[in-house]
């Protein structure tokens, strides 16, 4: 395990995606918690916050680029979908929670350092 080669948006993307789990136990919609209150859009955000936690771990222990590459696009590409769906989602569902807004906070988090992630692998 290599904790120097981290950079700030592989960080930033897996304690996102640590807090998007977490907030999932919050209120979400109509005071009911994110695993309750959502179908679709709950494997959305679980994915993309695996996504996040997954390109923190994988830079830290693989040698290799390729699988923190292959989890900075994905987590982007995802993130990113997922942003957009969550935002029209708490635009049209009742009630939405502090829970909601800090979940799609914890996702842009995802997207964005995933973004800055691929920034950085891309500059030589």
Not at 49 to 73: D, F, N
Not at 101 to 119: D, K, P
């Amino acid at each position: 395990m290599t904790l120097r080669k981290l950079t700030v948006g592989e960080v930033l993307a897996g304690l996102a995606g640590l807090a998007a789990i977490a907030l999932l136990f919050g209120p979400w919609f109509g005071g009911d918690s994110g695993w309750s209150s959502m179908t679709v859009v709950l494997v959305l955000v679980v994915i993309t916050a695996l996504l996040g936690i997954a390109l923190l771990v994988t830079t830290a222990y693989q040698r290799s680029q390729a699988y923190p590459v292959a989890a900075e696009v994905f987590a982007f590409a995802i993130g990113s979908v997922t942003v957009v769906i969550l935002l029209v989602e708490l635009a049209v569902r009742d009630e939405p929670g502090w829970a909601a807004w800090a979940g799609l906070a914890a996702i842009l988090g995802v997207a964005a350092g995933s973004w800055v992630a691929l920034r950085a692998a891309a500059r030589p």
